[in-house]
């Protein structure tokens, strides 16, 4: 169902699917593809990409969706970056089943190669199974054995990169989380200019694209998203940040990039201040860690 507002675009007065508070514009469907699409180049550019292969963290969910047509639409026509496709299947019951087929379906509708990689397969449980048996919130245990698993798996596919399907509401959340928590060393973390050895590093090109802009992409060029939404997701404090920012960016357009803004300025003002932490190889699993066991082995209780 095509959802458009009561407006015309103000580009070229066909109907607007999408009206941007904080810039004062109403778009139609292709002007806000340009629109996605300009800012997820910005972003690219940004990043000044290797040639080599770029691996797409793709839960089939719409960001990651949204992300593997995009990168596909702007780098395909580049013969020196090779897209790849990676879907984790947690081993959530009667929902993780569907999103994998739509992340299948698009990835043979664009001709790109994936990897599907599973807990029960890499780690010897399902998250349900899991969760039988751990206090751990369900988000902190899936949240650290998936980027585990990533990262192992990027690396198994030569990825000089890992893309994120993380939008400007993610990242917003994610900063103002860090604040609150006065984590400064795990915010810096979120920077993409902190290299660390091996770690695949991880690219956002939808950063500065709002939630509801991604979702309204994901309808106009036509991708299949699932309704339902994961029925563990309830992190109490990122849902209680969630809301606050979204009343706030209602009543003060532009809050969200402001504190994207903000915090790209911090981390150009901090230079060295906060180096990378030096990184060891985890003694069970062989993945980066500070202290020889990762954070995925100690939830799941290995020595
Ligand atoms: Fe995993 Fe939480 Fe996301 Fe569900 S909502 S897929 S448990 S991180």
């Not at 780098?75 to 090779?82: D, V």
């Not at 999103?99 to 043979?108: D, H, P, R, V």
């Not at 998250?127 to 585990?148: F, Q, V, Y």
């Not at 309704?227 to 849902?239: D, G, Q, S, T, V």
């Amino acid at each position: 169902m095509k959802i458009t507002t009561k407006h015309p675009c103000t580009r070229c007065n066909n109907p607007a699917v999408v009206f941007q508070p904080y810039s004062g514009m109403h778009l139609c469907e292709q002007h806000l593809i340009d629109d996605v699409t300009r800012k997820a180049k910005r972003d690219l550019r940004k990043y000044n990409l290797s040639p080599g292969t770029i691996a797409v963290a793709l839960s089939g969910g719409k960001d990651s969706s949204a992300l593997l047509h995009l990168l596909h639409t702007i780098l395909a026509p580049n013969r020196k970056i090779k897209i790849v496709a990676i879907t984790v299947d947690e081993g959530i019951s009667g929902y993780r089943e569907k999103t994998i087929e739509n992340a299948s379906s698009l990835t043979n509708n664009l001709g790109v190669e994936h990897t599907i990689v599973s807990f029960e397969e890499s780690f010897g449980r399902t998250l349900d199974n899991i969760l039988e048996t751990t206090a751990h919130p369900p988000c902190s245990i899936c949240g650290a054995l998936r980027k585990n698993l990533l990262n192992r798996t990027a690396k198994e596919l030569g990825a000089g990169y890992l893309a994120i399907g993380h939008n400007l509401d993610d990242e917003a959340q994610t900063i103002l989380i860090n604040h609150l928590r006065g984590d400064i060393s795990r915010l810096v973390r979120l920077s993409h200019a902190r290299v660390q050895p091996g770690l695949v590093p991880r690219i956002k090109p939808l950063r500065h694209v709002p939630e509801s802009e991604v979702a309204a992409y994901a309808g106009a060029v036509g991708l299949a998203v699932c309704p339902k939404a994961c029925p563990y997701m309830n992190e109490a404090y990122r849902l209680g940040v969630r809301v606050f920012l979204r009343e706030f960016e209602n009543a003060h357009p532009g809050t969200r990039h402001g504190i994207v803004r903000g915090f790209d300025q911090m981390i150009g003002a901090l230079g060295d201040t906060y180096p990378p932490a030096s990184l060891v190889p985890c003694r069970v699993c062989g993945e980066p860690c500070t202290d020889g066991l990762c954070q995925a082995c100690k939830l799941l209780g290995r020595a």
